[in-house]
């Protein structure tokens, strides 16, 4: 792993970034497929007072209740598949979320610059996008789209999620395919 493949994944990393930052702030559809609960101090102390603590909830708790007698009541009330709680409020100008993402998608951009270094030698530009793609699509649907189908996410907002990971990944492939060549290439291929 040289430097120029460490920088060509962190600027991959960037391009990521960017992409999903224009997505979820820039673009409808995100907004489109969440679904906001209007704040009453009521379901404040609700929460709390039913157990809900900071990270992540599911809404009915089977604490005490057998697996048999748990599947009836889910069939039953409403549900939360999964939510992140914090009792004490979000700082949503607090600046360490984008850092903690950017820092992320460095990080897959500089594992991935090393995926895309070891190709064999003669894999072409194109090839090289098409490989970062076809990284995204697998990453998502071991991560993302498991965990919609076991939270029960609507299959439109997995389906964004599947896009959002493609675009990503094709445009930093364009970065890697330009920036990275594989071990042993002599000559890139168009």
């Known amino acids: 792993m040289n430097v120029m493949n460490i920088i060509a994944g962190a ?6 970034f960017i992409w999903l930052t224009i997505s ?3 673009l409808p559809f995100h907004g489109e497929s969440l679904n ?22 599911y809404y009915p708790s089977y604490e005490g209740m057998e697996q048999g007698e748990y599947m009836e009541l889910a069939k039953s009330v409403p549900n939360i598949g999964i939510m992140s709680f914090s009792a004490g409020g979000f700082d949503m100008s607090n600046p360490w979320a984008y850092i903690r993402g950017l820092l992320g998608c460095i990080v897959a951009g500089i594992l991935v610059a090393i995926f895309v270094s070891v190709l064999p030698a003669g894999s072409s530009r194109a090839g090289r996008i098409l490989f970062c793609t076809l990284f995204g699509a697998a990453a998502f649907f071991c991560t993302q789209w498991v965990d919609g189908g076991f939270y029960h996410f609507p299959m439109r907002h997995t389906v964004l999620q599947l896009m959002d990971s493609m675009v990503s990944w094709t445009l930093a492939g364009v970065v890697l395919a330009f920036m ?11």
Not at 11 to 16: K, N
Not at 36 to 57: F, P, R, T, V, Y
């Open 11 to 16: 600027l991959a990393g960037l391009v990521i």
């Open 180 to 190: 990275v060549r594989p071990q042993g290439a002599a000559a890139d291929r168009n």
């Open 24 to 26: 979820w702030m820039a």
């Open 36 to 57: 906001g609960i209007k704040h009453d101090a009521q379901i404040d102390a609700l929460l709390i007072q039913h157990g809900a603590k900071d990270g992540l909830n």
